[in-house]
C-alpha cells in the first residue's frame, strides 16, 4: 500500500476515558508498528470494531469490507459465499486504515496464510475469575513457563491487557491443530492436576469456583486470540503487552496503557522479538510430556 490513508471524522472519539479518537488511534498504530506489524505480518485477522466508541456495542469482523486497501487470504467457510476474505496487514498504512475503519482490537489466527493449518503458536490463556487474585494468576504463570520449558518449548508472556495473562509457545509448524491442540490440552491437564485447588480445564463457568481456568481453545483452525500491542475496548485503553517474565511481579494483566506503553517502547526493546527464532517441536513436546 502506497496511498495515504485518510482518517475520517478524526475528533470521534473511541475512548471516553482518557478521551481517545481515532486520529489518536491512528496515531498509536504508527507509534508501534516496528513492534506490532513483525506479529501480524501474514496472519489472517478477525477486526473488533466500535463505530461509536467502546460506549457503544462494537462487532467481530471477518470478512473484508469491499475496496479494502489491504491484501487479504482466502479461506474456505461454511457461509453463503464459501470462503471468507480475511484481511492480511503488514504495513503501516494498512494499520491507519484499520483505525479509521475504527479498530480498537485486532485478533489473529495462530497460524499465517501461507500454512493455514498449521500452527506456529501454542497459547495457553490464564483466565481468573471475576475477583482475580494477582498473587495465584503470577504463580499459574510460572507453572506453565516452567512445564513448558521442561518439555522442550520456549515460553512467552503477554499481559493481555484485560483480566488474565497469556503464556505462549513458538512452534515451527510440523504438526496442525488438531496436535496442536492436543498437545495445549495435557499441558493445561498437567498444570491443572498439580493444583486441582487454584486451576480447572473446566469449560462450565458455574463449575469453575474461584479458580483459574486454563483456556486453550484458541488452539484451533480459524480461532483467534488478541494480537500484541493491540488496545482493548476497556476504559482507560488498556493494550495486550509482551513482557518478560521477570516483569511478571510488577506488571498487572492492564499495567500499560496506549500513553505508557508507547514510552516503554522508547526505553525498552520488544521482549517477543525473537519469538519466530525459537520455534519448537510440537511432536518432540509431547512425547517428553509423557
Not at 500500500?1 to 476515558?17: A, D, N, Y
Not at 490440552?185 to 486454563?214: F, H, K, M, S, W
Amino acid at each position: 500500500m502506497t496511498e495515504h490513508q485518510e482518517i475520517s471524522r478524526p475528533g470521534k472519539t473511541l475512548f471516553p476515558e482518557p478521551g481517545l479518537t481515532k486520529a489518536d488511534l491512528a496515531r498509536y498504530y504508527e507509534q508501534v508498528a516496528d513492534v506490532m506489524l513483525p506479529h501480524l505480518a501474514g496472519r489472517p485477522l478477525v477486526l473488533h470494531r466500535f463505530p461509536d466508541g467502546i460506549g457503544e456495542s462494537g462487532f467481530y469482523q471477518k470478512q473484508a469490507s469491499q475496496g479494502a486497501p489491504v491484501d487479504t487470504v482466502t479461506v474456505a467457510a461454511q457461509n453463503s459465499r464459501g470462503h471468507v476474505e480475511h484481511l492480511l496487514v503488514d504495513d503501516v498504512e494498512g494499520l491507519r486504515y484499520l483505525a479509521n475503519q475504527a479498530v480498537v482490537e485486532l485478533h489473529r489466527w495462530l497460524s499465517r496464510a501461507d500454512e493455514l493449518d498449521r500452527p506456529d503458536l501454542l497459547v495457553i490463556d490464564l483466565d481468573p475469575p471475576r475477583r482475580p487474585d494477582l498473587t495465584s494468576l503470577r504463580r499459574t504463570a510460572r507453572a506453565a513457563r516452567d512445564l513448558l520449558g521442561e518439555i522442550g518449548l520456549t515460553p512467552y508472556l503477554m499481559a493481555t491487557g484485560s483480566r488474565g495473562y497469556h503464556v505462549v509457545a513458538p512452534l515451527d509448524r510440523t504438526e496442525g491443530f488438531d496436535d496442536v491442540r492436543a498437545l495445549a490440552r495435557a499441558v493445561a491437564d498437567r498444570l491443572a492436576a498439580d493444583a486441582p485447588d487454584e486451576l480447572t480445564t473446566e469449560q462450565r463457568i458455574a463449575q469453575r469456583g474461584n479458580r483459574i481456568y486454563l483456556d486453550i481453545n484458541r488452539n484451533a483452525f480459524a480461532q483467534t486470540t488478541v494480537a500484541p500491542y493491540s488496545p482493548r475496548a476497556r476504559p482507560g485503553a488498556p493494550v495486550a503487552t509482551p513482557i518478560e517474565f521477570a516483569e511478571l511481579g510488577r506488571v498487572a494483566p492492564d499495567g500499560y496503557d496506549t500513553t505508557s506503553i508507547v514510552r516503554r517502547l522508547a526505553r525498552k526493546p520488544d521482549p517477543w522479538a525473537d519469538i519466530a527464532t525459537n520455534a519448537g517441536s510440537a511432536t518432540r513436546a509431547r512425547a517428553a510430556l509423557g
